[in-house]
């Protein structure tokens, strides 16, 4: 079993239900490819380091997950570069 955390921003121009939405919809992916997430966080609306795309803030998720292979994650990968209300996402392998 392989663990990985996933660190996904949302366009801050977003509705609170359009968020929810966007974040469910990133969870249904990860869980329709064989990963099981362990943790899901909202870490709510914050400042950005450096301007994105025109945005100086965004809505921040952090999921860890679980996976036998990595099908759930060159998935999501593959998937948030398409979705335009994702600004930045990155995905982290964890060791042990």
Known sequence: MRNYEIM???KPTLSEDEV???ADECAKIITDNGGKLTKQDNLG???LAYEIN???SGYYFLFNLESEDDKAIKE???LSRINKNIVRHLITK???
């Open 76 to 78: 999501f990968d593959r």
């Open 54 to 56: 025109d945005f100086k």
């Open 20 to 22: 929810k939405k966007v």
């Open 8 to 10: 996904f921003i949302v």
């Open 45 to 47: 609306q914050r400042e």
């Open 94 to 96: 964890i060791e042990g």
